[in-house]
């Protein structure tokens, strides 16, 4: 049987993983990257922080290479 703190230490450790996120402009282009986040809604979160981004041109070059983000 597990102890309460070895069971609760378990919990608190979730796995990241890496989500592809695309985001398409209102020009047309589309940003393609992966985000790490512990599951699928955190990663839509992360990515509308990047899609800010996307908007300023200086920062869109950034992303237009395909790479991995924090």
Known sequence: MMKKSEKSKKQKKQPMKYW??????????????????????EAYIKADDYAIIGENEKLRKNLEVFRLLP
């Open 20 to 41: 592809l996120v695309e985001i398409t402009l209102t020009s047309g282009k589309v940003l393609t990257f992966y985000v790490k986040a512990i599951n699928q809604h």
